[in-house]
């Protein structure tokens, strides 16, 4: 006889056999674990773990939004820098016109003003040569007529012989003047000398 029939002939029962009772109490625990982990344990660990998912999504999608803003305020700053940019050449390509134009006014009023006062001194030197060359044609016509009148020893009266012979002096003048000296009378005028003598030149 082996030992293990001696234990079961000395206790009445075979210990290789579980008891019942301890399985159906072992079963009746485990059950209601089981009970207390699907109906607590569980739906909070699921509750935590869908917290966290949530919480980490939402910190994705913020820091994708966040990313997206940044992105759009870079490129919002860089257009800002581009208009700038193409605004200062605008602006400067402008007063580079601007100047340039006024520039050009300026020349063109100050060529209109030269030519208006160069034509205004013209217009005053002519009309001063006009009036100095008829009080000079009174003054030299009275003074040849006298001259004459004493040389020949008679009175011109004859108009028409003095304003002939004082245009024919004027003219003379004129010529000598043009020559850049004096020369010689060669219509036939008689001059004086400085001492009352007579002579043709």
């Known amino acids: 006889m082996n030992r293990l029939q001696i234990l079961a002939a000395e206790g009445g029962s075979n210990p290789l056999i579980p ?3 301890e399985i159906v109490v072992t079963l ?7 009970y207390i982990l699907i109906k607590f344990v569980v739906p909070a660990f699921e509750k935590t773990y869908a917290e966290r998912t949530a919480a980490i999504e939402g910190g994705i999608e913020k820091a994708e ?5 940044a992105n759009a305020a870079l490129a919002e700053y860089r257009q800002q820098l581009e208009d700038a940019r193409g605004e200062a050449n605008r602006i400067r390509e402008d007063a580079r016109a601007d ?7 300026l020349k063109a009023r100050a060529a209109a003003e030269s030519a208006r006062i160069t034509e205004q001194a013209h217009t005053q030197i002519e009309a001063e040569r006009a009036s100095a060359i008829a009080s000079l044609r009174s ?4 003074l040849a007529t006298t001259l004459a009148g004493r040389i020949v020893g008679e009175a011109l009266d004859d108009d028409e012989r003095s304003r002939r012979v004082v245009d024919r002096f004027l003219a ?4 000598a003047d043009g020559e850049q000296g004096r020369t010689p009378v060669r219509s036939g005028a008689t001059a004086v000398d ?4 007579t002579g043709n030149r």
Do not use: C
């Open 19 to 21: 008891n019942i009772w």
């Open 28 to 34: 009746l625990g485990f059950a209601a674990l089981l």
């Open 65 to 69: 939004k966040a990313q997206e803003e």
């Open 99 to 105: 100047g340039a134009k006024i520039l050009a006014d």
């Open 139 to 142: 003054e030299v016509g009275t």
């Open 172 to 175: 003379d003048l004129e010529n």
């Open 194 to 197: 400085a001492d009352g003598s």
